[in-house]
């Protein structure tokens, strides 16, 4: 991945998790980029939404010269992208029956007052 793009792409999934309060895949993802950055800038900098320019620099000189700083970053951002990828749902009709949820390998339930569909 370009070193650019991961820079950047680290920083938007970081400043999210610090608005997300509760669980679930996608913010344990994004919680885990945070906290990576967090231990490794621990004593440089903050991180916080109004210094993202700053972050993203950080990561940039961090990672020219700590080439597994990088290769763990991408990790950590390429798990954080196939979670959000693979957490979408959608519902496409105003009676509430059609619904569709992209790579799910179990079974969809939906209940329309006491009926189910599958």
């Known amino acids: 991945m370009e070193l650019s793009v991961l820079a950047l792409q680290a920083v938007n999934i970081a400043l999210y998790a610090i608005d997300k309060v509760s669980g679930g895949a ?4 994004g919680a885990d980029v945070l906290g990576f950055l967090s231990k490794r800038f621990q004593d440089k900098l903050q991180i916080e939404k109004s210094q993202s320019k700053l972050l993203e620099a950080a990561i940039l000189s961090e990672a020219e010269w700590d080439k597994k700083f990088q ?18 749902v959608s519902q496409n009709t105003e009676s509430g029956v059609n ?16 009926r189910f569909f599958r």
């Not at 996608?26 to 993802?29: R, Y």
């Not at 619904?99 to 006491?114: A, H, L, P």
């Open 71 to 88: 290769e763990d970053l991408e990790m950590l951002v390429t798990h954080y992208q196939q979670v959000k990828n693979t957490s979408k």
């Open 26 to 29: 996608l913010e344990k993802a």
């Open 99 to 114: 619904i569709n949820v992209d790579k799910n390998s179990g079974t969809v339930v939906e209940q329309i007052g006491d």
